[in-house]
């Protein structure tokens, strides 16, 4: 069965501050790989996805994730977080049979 | 407009009522979905519909009982609710083609009491 670890529960910054947000996946076929934002009392909104060619894929709001298949990882950096970054972060899987996974989230509070 | 919509936005009851949250997206899309997320913002996948079809189906108690009368409509309808039904119930949708992306609605805060 797939599974989504994402290592950071909490992450505290400071503004301006470099964020990196790990995620790992176990599934052994092909897969698709989102990241997911939710601002506080807000719905989940899609931040970036990677489904094929780049493994560098840039999203909204300055985000960007690098998916290293080797390693199973689809970690999401930003060079400098601002305030408006606070909110909760789910990375995603999904297989070719349909199947969404979601991870545990990563709660980014970023101080002003 | 809304892609994804849901009613009610909220929803406060006492355990043992039934009750109904309802779904609606305008997308076109062929797949809809309901999630849980408790209190410590897990979200846990309950159900998914392909063309009225359940596909999936997680480990939920019977007294869940998802509907969809229609591609574009998927309700839950929850009988006997517990305490620990409280929790905020999300809907999405994507297509199964592609990279199946999804798009939530959202969620109602059910609370039991």
């Known amino acids: 069965a797939q599974s989504v670890s994402q290592h950071n529960h909490h992450v505290i910054l400071s503004e301006a501050a470099s964020l990196e947000l790990g995620c790992n996946y176990s599934?052994?076929?092909?897969?698709?790989l989102f990241w997911y934002v939710q601002y506080p009392g807000q719905h989940l909104q899609l931040l970036l996805k990677?489904?094929?060619?780049?493994?560098l894929v840039k999203g909204i709001k300055g985000f960007e994730a690098e998916f290293i298949k080797s390693k199973f990882s689809f970690n999401l950096r930003k060079p400098s977080v601002q305030w408006s970054d606070t909110a909760e972060y789910f990375c995603?899987?999904?297989?070719?049979?349909?199947?969404?996974?979601f991870g545990d989230g990563t709660t980014l509070t970023v101080k002003p | 407009d809304t892609a994804v919509s849901q009613t009610p936005k909220y929803l406060v009851t006492q355990m043992g009522n039934d009750k109904s949250i309802k779904c609606e997206q305008n997308?076109?899309?062929?797949?809809m979905y309901w999630y849980k997320q408790d209190s410590k913002k897990f979200l846990k996948i309950m159900f998914s519909?392909?063309?009225?079809?359940?596909?999936i189906n997680e480990t939920v108690p019977n007294r869940f009982s998802p509907k969809s009368p229609d591609k574009a409509h998927l309700n839950l309808h929850i009988n006997s609710l517990e305490l620990g039904d409280s929790a905020v119930y999300f809907c999405?949708?994507?297509?199964?083609?592609?990279?199946?992306?999804?798009?939530f609605g959202p969620g109602t805060r059910l609370t039991v009491t």
């Open positions: 999405a949708s994507s297509t199964r083609q592609g990279t199946y992306e999804q798009y």
């Open positions: 599934y052994g076929g092909t897969v698709n």
């Open positions: 997308l076109g899309h062929d797949t």
């Open positions: 519909y392909n063309n009225k079809e359940l596909i």
């Open positions: 995603a899987v999904n297989t070719n049979a349909g199947k969404s996974t």
């Open positions: 990677y489904f094929s060619g780049d493994p």
